[in-house]
């Protein structure tokens, strides 16, 4: 029998297959990484086996791993998958509700605020899947590493494009209050950490007007 993934972890089978990392794969491998992905989310890395995946893709673990070849793999691939998501997704909602250079920046944080009520239960899956990947070499981790700098690559953008002084040191710090954010959610404490976040950055930026 065939066990129904749960839309609430990061993303539904749909949402992952409409990916750009899953466009290449069959209709079967794109139904594998829908489920690692919501499993691995909901439940760890560590705690799902590629058992579980399969019975929940409706496939054998032969197909599998005839497709990602490896667990490792294909946790990389799921972070993959994510990470695109959410790059679409915020620049996204930047793009439609930011007014003027200044206010696509705070923007972010409105952004991430609506991201982690709708998509987010478990807090992010980025530092989720680094605490369970300690080992350097894992090819998760080298994914995870390249979210965080698009992210404070994005936000410098932002910066500058509103022309305040000191555009990296002022994203670096806004990335340190966006993952700030992000952590404080995960725990509850305090609610609504995003909206803390936005008024906290709003006088960064008065600052370095």
């Not at 369970?132 to 894992?138: G, K, S």
């Amino acid at each position: 029998m065939t066990t129904t993934v749960g839309a609430t972890a990061a993303g539904s089978a749909g949402d992952v297959a409409a990916a750009g990392v899953a466009s290449t794969l069959t209709p079967a491998g794109q139904r594998v990484l829908a489920a690692a992905c919501d499993l691995f989310y909901a439940e760890g890395i560590h705690a799902v086996g590629v058992d579980a995946i399969a019975a929940a893709a409706g496939v054998t673990k032969k197909t599998l791993y005839d497709r990602f070849g490896s667990k490792d793999a294909l946790v990389a691939l799921c972070l993959r998958a994510r990470d695109e998501r959410w790059r679409a997704w915020l620049t996204s909602y930047v793009d439609t509700h930011g007014s003027s250079p200044r206010d696509r920046i705070l923007t972010v944080f409105d952004g991430l605020d609506a991201w982690m009520a709708e998509q987010n239960p478990r807090g992010c899956g980025f530092v989720n899947a680094l605490a369970e990947l300690p080992a350097p070499e894992h090819p998760g981790r080298a994914v995870i590493r390249e979210q965080k700098e698009w992210l404070l690559g994005y936000l410098t953008s932002l910066v500058k494009a509103a022309g305040l002084r000191r555009p990296a040191r002022v994203a670096s710090a806004l990335m340190v209050l966006q993952e700030g954010a992000t952590i404080a959610h995960a725990t509850g404490v305090p609610a609504r950490p995003a909206r803390q976040a936005r008024e906290v950055a709003a006088l960064l930026l008065d600052q370095a007007g």
